[in-house]
Structure formats: structure tokens, C-alpha cells
């Protein structure tokens, strides 16, 4: 068999290869969260099923969709955690994201749920504030909200 006629053949293969790789990078795949709490960039982590530690605030989404419910743990250096919460019966898109307010990082977990996203936490709360954003998406439309917590201005 040529050369030619070998390349003729693979062509196929690795076209679907890559059509696989970028359905699942763009589309992506089936996992329920987009987030690997073993990536999570120093200070952060999650996503996991719940939070520890007292509520301190819950901030609605728009049209009360949902909600976010942010959670505060002083132990250590202090963490919050969020969650976002969908009102809606059946599985909907929805993502929770935190980060230090004077941080470009940020961690969140994102993926179809019939419940809620999250919880993802960001700890150093004892010396800065956090940016808490959310949303729900039901037919085709985000309903988005969030806030900052622990700030003094």
C-alpha cells in the first residue's frame, strides 16, 4: 500500500478524534461538574455537597429563580462557601463562582443539576471579602445574581 493511500486511510480516524475532542472541550462532556476539586488554584476548593459552617447570607436571583446561600467558617483563616440554588423542578445549567474580592482568581462549579451547584469555597475570609456570583438557566435564559460578603464598604 502507498504512502498516500495509508494517510487516505487515517484521515477519517483522526478526523473523528478530533471532532470527539473538541465536542467534549466545547460542548462539554457528560460529567455533572466542569470543576475537578483537585484543581482547585490555592485558597480555594470544591466543588463538594455541602458547607460547613452559619449561613450568613442568601441573595435571590433574578425573577426568583433561585438562590445563593453563602456560608461562613472562622476556623483557621476562615472560608465562605456558596451554593447556588434553582426553584425550578427538573435539571437546568446553573453555576455558583467565588473569589477573593481584590483577586482575579476565581473557582466555581458549573453543570446541569436539579438541586444546586456547589458548594465552593474560598478561604483567607478573616482578611478578605469575596465576590459571590451565580445563575440559573431555564429555556435558554441565565437568571443571574450575587454580591460581595465580609466587605466593609
Known sequence: MSRINRIKRRVPSVAAVCGLVAG???GG???ASATDPADAPPGYAGPFSSCKGSPVTRMPLADRVGYIQVWYDGAGSGTYCAMTF???AGSHNMEIRVRRYVWQTSWYDRGSYSTYAGGVYVSGANTYCAEITGW????GTRYGG???VGCDD
Open 29 to 31: 462532556a457528560g460529567a
Open 24 to 26: 467534549a472541550v466545547f
Open 136 to 139: 440559573v438557566e431555564v429555556n
Open 146 to 148: 450575587g454580591g460581595r
Open 86 to 88: 434553582d426553584n425550578r
